[in-house]
T-cell receptor
Framework: GAVVSQHPSRVICKSGTSVKIECRSL??????MFWYRQFPKQSLMLMAT?????????EQGVEKDKFLINHASLTLSTLTVTSAHPEDSSFYIC????????????FGPGTRLTVL | AQKITQTQPGMFVQEKEAVTLDCTYD???????LFWYKQPSSGEMIFLIY??????QNATEGRYSLNFQKARKSANLVISASQLGDSAMYFC????????????FGTGTKLQVIP
């Protein structure tokens, strides 16, 4: 089946640094990728939707200058948390829509970010 | 207004019994998709089952079935013959809009299977 990978799976960084999270579709072309944030014991909150080759669409309340999304190719999207602060600590999950099967959303395993 | 409502924050079920997890949704779009995902403690979201708004029959995938009642806007997940490994968070989700790009998740139900 379709596989989505995320790297890194865990990252700990100091406040003020930037962190890049990669999301790759390994065996399919992802026309659309989604980035979610999940706080402990809560649901997934959609942060942004990115289509290959175009600017990401951010959900209301999500700072686009803080969470930079780049969907440079049909298999790679990156989320950069700039000048991270402790309140940015969270579980970040990406998912991808296959060009061939838009009824199914494939999720990555998630990245746990801890900002000290 | 909530787009996806899961009214059961937590559920218990005896091993080998069946359990129903509730989900109601709200949309004015005639074309939409409903999904259920399982999230174990590892965090990974595992796709379980999909129901399209135009599908005439209820979706089934192994021990999972979706009780789709369109008029009532409900899409309950039924897990038959519960196993200990079914203990996890379960999320109902809806995709709607052009290209199915608008995605909304419910707040989840924590299911615990008791031996």
């Amino acid at each position: 089946g379709a596989v989505v990978s995320q790297h890194p799976s865990r990252v700990i960084c100091k406040s003020g640094t930037s962190v890049k999270i990669e999301c790759r579709s390994l065996d399919f072309q992802a026309t659309t990728m989604f980035w979610y944030r999940q706080f402990p014991k809560q649901s997934l909150m959609l942060m942004a939707t990115s289509n290959e080759g175009s600017k990401a669409t951010y959900e209301q309340g999500v700072e686009k200058d803080k969470f930079l999304i780049n969907h440079a190719s049909l298999t790679l999207s990156t989320l950069t948390v700039t000048s991270a602060h402790p309140e940015d600590s969270s579980f970040y999950i990406c998912s991808a829509l296959s060009r061939d099967r838009v009824d199914t959303q494939y999720f990555g395993p998630g990245t746990r970010l801890t900002v000290l | 207004a909530q787009k996806i409502t899961q009214t059961q924050p937590g559920m218990f079920v005896q091993e080998k019994e069946a359990v129903t997890l509730d989900c109601t949704y709200d949309t004015s779009d005639p074309s939409y998709g409903l999904f259920w995902y399982k999230q174990p403690s590892s965090g990974e979201m595992i796709f379980l089952i999909y129901q399209g708004s135009y599908d005439q029959q209820n979706a089934t995938e192994g021990r999972y079935s979706l009780n789709f009642q369109k008029a009532r806007k409900s899409a309950n997940l039924v897990i038959s013959a519960s196993q200990l490994g079914d203990s996890a968070m379960y999320f109902c989700a809806m995709r709607e809009g052009p290209g199915y790009q608008k995605v909304t998740f419910g707040t989840g139900t924590k299911l615990q299977v008791i031996p």
